[in-house]
C-alpha cells in the first residue's frame, strides 16, 4: 500500500483469484474506511472510492494501471459515495453513453432541438453588416447547448453528416429568403462544409437537391471548407465546385494559412474568399510575425482577385489595423457575437 498524493492511496493485490475475491477486498476497506472516529471532541465520518484495474487485461505498464485505475474513481466518486468501479465499467459505460448520444442526434433534427446561430461579417470601409456566418448549435434535452465542436466529430464518424448539413443548408436558405427584403442586395450566408461532401461519393439525387436548395437562395449562400480538401484524392472535385458555382454558390476556404495546400489552387477553383485564421489576429502589435503573414495574404489574395475575411477581431486596434491593411471584411467578438435568427433580423432591421 502506498500514498500517491493529497487523499489518494494505491493498493497492489498479488495472486489475486478471481474478481469477487478482489470485490472482498475492496468492499472489506471502504467498510472500514466507513467507520466512525474520534477528531478531538467529535465524532466523524468519511467516505471513499475505490477505481480498479487488472493486469494484464487493461494494462501492462505501471503508469497505464495507474492511470485506468484513477479513472475508475472518478467514475466510483460520480456514482455516489462508497462506490466500487472496475476500469472496465468505464469502457461500457463509454460506449453506452456515446450510443445514446448518437441516437439523440439522429433525432435532433425531427425533434426541433437544432438551432441556428448568425455571426455578422462586416465589412470594413463601411462599416456595414454584408454577411454572416451560419453556426449550428443543439440544444440537447439534458446538457444544454451544445457547441458545433461538441457533436460534429461524432455526426461524422457515424455518418448523420449528410442530414444534420441538409437541415442546416434548407433553414438557412430558409432565413435568407425571409432576410431578403431588409438587407443589401449582396447579403451573403457563408455555411461551414465538411470536407466530406466532396471526398466520398455522395449519391447522385442527394447531390442534386443540395444544388437545387442552393440554387433557391439566388446567390445568397457562400459554402466555406478547410484549405486541407485541395491535398484530398477527390477525382470529381472541380465538377462539384463547378455545379455549386452554376446553383449560385460561391466559396471560402476557412482558416487560410494554416492548411498544406497549393496556392495554385487558388485560381484553379475560383476560390471566392479567404478567412484568415484567428491565430494570425493578435490583440496588439506585439506579434510582427503574425501581422506580416495577415497583410501578405490580404495582398496575395487581392492580386488574384479574391477577397479577404479575418475571424477573430476582439479590438478596435485589430479592426483598425486590417482595415488599413486593406482587408475586406472581418468578424469577431468585437463586432458581434453569434446571434439568433430573430436578432440578427434586429440587427440588419436597424442597420438598414
Not at 456515446?98 to 425533434?111: D, F, I, S, T, Y
Not at 461524432?154 to 438557412?172: I, N, Q
Not at 425571409?178 to 442586395?185: C, K
Request: aromatic share 8%.
Amino acid at each position: 500500500m502506498a500514498r500517491i498524493g493529497g487523499d489518494e492511496f494505491t493498493v497492489l493485490l498479488l495472486d489475486t483469484g478471481n474478481l469477487e475475491y478482489i470485490k472482498d477486498i475492496a468492499r472489506n476497506i471502504l467498510a472500514e474506511l466507513d467507520r466512525p472516529f474520534q477528531l478531538g471532541d467529535d465524532e466523524v465520518k468519511v467516505s471513499s472510492s475505490i477505481g480498479l484495474t487488472l493486469f494484464p487485461d487493461d494494462g501492462h505498464t505501471a503508469q497505464r494501471l495507474l492511470n485506468n485505475a484513477d479513472q475508475a474513481m472518478y467514475l466510483a466518486k460520480h456514482s455516489g459515495r462508497n462506490q466500487v468501479c472496475f476500469y472496465n465499467e468505464i469502457m461500457e459505460h463509454a460506449r453506452s453513453a456515446r450510443h445514446k448520444l448518437v441516437g439523440e442526434l439522429r433525432q435532433a433534427p425531427e425533434k426541433q432541438q437544432l438551432e441556428l446561430h448568425y455571426q455578422p461579417i462586416v465589412e470594413l470601409a463601411t462599416n456595414r453588416v454584408l454577411k454572416a456566418e451560419a453556426l449550428v448549435r443543439w440544444r440537447h434535452p439534458e446538457r444544454g447547448l451544445l457547441a458545433p465542436e461538441e457533436f460534429l466529430g461524432l455526426a461524422e464518424e457515424t455518418g448523420l453528416m449528410d442530414a444534420l448539413e441538409h437541415w442546416v443548408c434548407s433553414h438557412v436558405v430558409a432565413d435568407s429568403g425571409r432576410w431578403a427584403t431588409q438587407t443589401p442586395q449582396d447579403f451573403q450566408i457563408s455555411i461551414n462544409t465538411s470536407p466530406l461532401q466532396f471526398t466520398r461519393n455522395t449519391q447522385e439525387d442527394c447531390w442534386e437537391a443540395y444544388l437545387e436548395t442552393f440554387s433557391r437562395a439566388g446567390g445568397a449562400i457562400v459554402l466555406e471548407m478547410p484549405e486541407d480538401i485541395f491535398v484530398q484524392s477527390v477525382k470529381n472535385l472541380g465538377e462539384r465546385f463547378s455545379e455549386l458555382r452554376a446553383a449560385g454558390v460561391q466559396l471560402a476556404l476557412e482558416d487560410f494559412g494554416t492548411g498544406h495546400s497549393s496556392l495554385a489552387y487558388l485560381k484553379q477553383y475560383n476560390v471566392d474568399f479567404l478567412k484568415v485564421d484567428p491565430s494570425f489576429i493578435r490583440p496588439d502589435k506585439t506579434d510582427i510575425c503574425g501581422q506580416t503573414i495577415t497583410e501578405s495574404i490580404i495582398a496575395m489574395a487581392h492580386k488574384l482577385g479574391i477577397q479577404v475575411i479575418a475571424k477573430g477581431v476582439e479590438t478596435e486596434e485589430q479592426k483598425e489595423w486590417l482595415k488599413d491593411a486593406g482587408c475586406d471584411f472581418a468578424q469577431g467578438h468585437y463586432f458581434s457575437p453569434p446571434l439568433s435568427a430573430q436578432k440578427l433580423s434586429e440587427l440588419l432591421a436597424g442597420s438598414g
